[in-house]
C-alpha cells in the first residue's frame, strides 16, 4: 500500500481557493480501508479545514475507532516533506492508533516518518 501515491491522489481534490496550497492526506485502517482528505478552504479564512482532519474524521464518521487507524500520509508541494500544523497534530493524538505511523511527504517524494509521540511530545490529554 503505497500510502503517500493515496495522499497525492487526495490532494487533487484539494478546494484552496485563497492560499492555493494543496494538501493531501490518505488514513490507513487495519482492515485494509483508505479514507482520502484534502483541505477545504472558505471566504471567511479561518474556517478552512486542514486534509489530514478530513481525512481522519472520515474514517471516524465511517464507524472506524481509533485502534483500527494505524497509518496516515500527508503531502503538500513543500521543499522538505510537509509539516503538519499543530491543530491537527492534536487531533492525530486524539484519534490515531498509539504506534500508528506519520509519513509526511513532498511532490519530489521526499518522506519523514514519525510517530504520534515524536510529532506531539508532551501532548494534552485526558481520556487517552
Ligand atoms: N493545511 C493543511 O491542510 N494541513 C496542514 O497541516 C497545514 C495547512 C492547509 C490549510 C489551508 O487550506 C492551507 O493549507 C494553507 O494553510
Request: aromatic share 8%; with cysteine.
Amino acid at each position: 500500500m503505497d500510502l503517500l501515491k493515496e495522499a497525492k491522489i487526495a490532494r487533487e481534490k484539494a478546494y484552496a481557493p485563497y492560499s492555493k496550497f494543496k494538501v493531501g492526506a490518505a488514513v490507513l485502517t487495519s482492515d485494509g480501508q483508505v479514507f482520502h482528505g484534502c483541505n477545504i478552504e472558505n471566504a471567511s479564512y479561518g474556517l478552512a479545514m486542514c486534509a489530514e482532519r478530513v481525512a481522519l474524521f472520515k474514517a471516524i464518521s465511517s464507524g472506524y475507532k481509533k485502534d483500527d487507524l494505524i497509518k496516515i500520509a500527508i503531502v503538500g508541494d513543500t521543499k522538505e516533506p510537509i509539516s503538519p500544523c499543530g491543530a491537527c497534530r492534536q487531533v492525530m493524538v486524539e484519534l490515531l492508533n498509539k504506534d500508528a505511523e506519520i509519513i509526511l511527504g513532498n511532490l519530489d517524494d521526499d518522506i519523514k516518518r514519525y510517530s504520534l509521540e515524536e510529532i506531539l511530545p508532551y501532548s494534552f490529554k485526558e481520556l487517552i
